[in-house]
């Protein structure tokens, strides 16, 4: 299984940007779908962004396309998730995931979850 670890979260201002990265260990994880989700307080974990194996493919969120950049590099084993022109309802932990199974369901079916990173936007 892939171990996750977030980081780059924080506070920022309504409009801000922020970078998230997801280290991860593992040979797989240049062979696997990785993906970002978000869990605001009292709701369900959402679908953010994916990311094929070889990057070659993304799909986002309606709420955040335009505004967030999901990327990878394997050669780091690390996908990143670029959040420009943030907003209050951005609000929520963010968690990777790996080798990413179903995404448009609730709750999502990924097999390997990070810790979280908190982003909090403020107006």
């Known amino acids: 299984q892939v171990q ?15 970078r998230l990265s997801c280290a991860a260990s593992g040979r797989a994880f240049s062979s696997i779908t990785m993906g970002w989700f978000r869990q605001a307080p009292g709701k369900e974990r959402e679908f953010v962004a994916v990311i094929s194996w070889n990057g070659g493919g993304t799909y986002y969120a309606d709420s955040v396309k335009g505004r967030f950049t999901i990327s990878r590099d394997n050669a780091k084993n690390t996908v990143y998730l670029q959040m420009n022109s943030l907003k209050p309802e951005d609000t929520a932990v963010y968690y990777c995931g790996a080798d ?23 107006s």
């Open 4 to 18: 996750l670890v977030e980081s780059g979260g924080g506070l920022v201002q309504a409009g801000g940007s922020l």
């Open 100 to 122: 990413v199974q179903q995404f448009a369901i609730v709750p999502p079916r990924v097999n390997s979850w990070g810790q979280g990173t908190q982003v909090t936007v403020s």
